[in-house]
Nanobody, 121 residues
C-alpha cells in the first residue's frame, strides 16, 4: 500500500510538492504516474533506491524533481512551472526492481490511490 499526499489547486507557473509514503515495506524503485480525464495513465518519473538514477518523461523534465528519503520510506515529487496540462490524478507506484525503461504501469507492483493536482490558467 502506498499513501500519497500534497495534491491541490495551483495557478499556472506555481509549484507543488507531492509525497508518497510506503508504510509496510521499502521498494527499490518508486515513481509517479498521472492520469488526466479521458486519457491513459502516463509515466512521470522514477527513482532508484540510492537516488542516483532518475528518469523523467520529456513533458516534465527540467520542471519536476523526484527524490526520496529511505529512512522515512517516502518519495517526493517537486513540481514547478506548472502548466494546465499537468492537471490530473497523480499516482505513486513502486516495485522491487529498477531498470531503464520502466515507464509503463505494468512494470509496477504497488500503487497508491492517487491525489488530484489541478493547475488553473
Amino acid at each position: 500500500q502506498l499513501i500519497e499526499s500534497g495534491g491541490g489547486l495551483v495557478q499556472a507557473g506555481g509549484s507543488l510538492t507531492l509525497a508518497c509514503y510506503a508504510p509496510e515495506r521499502s521498494f527499490y524503485a518508486m515513481g509517479w504516474f498521472r492520469q488526466a480525464p479521458g486519457k491513459q495513465r502516463e509515466f512521470v518519473a522514477v527513482i532508484n533506491w540510492s537516488g542516483d538514477k532518475q528518469f523523467y518523461s520529456e513533458s516534465v523534465k527540467d520542471r519536476f524533481t523526484i527524490s526520496r528519503d529511505n529512512e522515512k520510506n517516502t518519495v517526493y515529487l517537486q513540481m514547478s512551472s506548472l502548466k494546465p496540462e499537468d492537471t490530473g490524478v497523480y499516482f505513486c507506484a513502486a516495485d522491487g526492481r529498477f531498470f531503464r525503461g520502466m515507464i509503463t504501469p505494468n512494470h509496477y507492483s504497488e500503487w497508491g490511490q492517487g491525489t488530484q493536482v489541478t493547475v488553473s490558467s
